[in-house]
C-alpha cells in the first residue's frame, strides 16, 4: 500500500513562489500517473496537474498553465509542484495523488 507525505506548503504574498512535495513510501509509484488537486473549503476538489509515469507528459489545469509546473523522481518516489506567480484564488488546500493513494492535504495560502 502506498502512503504519501506532503511538504512545502504555506503563507505567501501575491506574485511569490511555493514548492509542494509529495513523497510516497510502502510501494514505489512508479507505474502512475501522479497528481495534484485542490480544494477550497465548500467547493468540489479541482484538478491542478498529473504527470505520467514516465514525467515525460504532463496536464494542467488552464488556470495554473504557464505558472505551475509539476515534476517527479520516481528514483526517490516523489512528485513535486512548483508554484510561481501565485494569486490569492490559488488559495486552498492541496492534496497529492498516486492510484488510489492520496496524501494528508497541506494549506496553501496567498496573500493580496
Known amino acids: 500500500q502506498i502512503q504519501l507525505v506532503q511538504s512545502g506548503g504555506g503563507l505567501v504574498q501575491a506574485g511569490g513562489s511555493l514548492r509542494l512535495s509529495c513523497a510516497a513510501s510502502?510501494?514505489?509509484?512508479?507505474?502512475?500517473?501522479m497528481g495534484w488537486i485542490r480544494q477550497v473549503l465548500g467547493k468540489e476538489r479541482e484538478f491542478v496537474a498529473a504527470?505520467?509515469?514516465?514525467?515525460?507528459?504532463?496536464y494542467y489545469e488552464d488556470s495554473v498553465k504557464g505558472r505551475f509546473t509539476i515534476t517527479r523522481d520516481n528514483a526517490e518516489d516523489t512528485v513535486y509542484l512548483q508554484m510561481n506567480s501565485l494569486k490569492p484564488e490559488d488559495t486552498a488546500v492541496y492534496y497529492c495523488?498516486?492510484?488510489?493513494?492520496w496524501g494528508q492535504g497541506i494549506q496553501v495560502t496567498v496573500s493580496s
Open positions: 495523488n498516486a492510484g488510489s493513494a
Open positions: 510502502g510501494r514505489t509509484v512508479s507505474p502512475y500517473t
Open positions: 504527470v505520467s509515469w514516465t514525467g515525460a507528459t504532463a
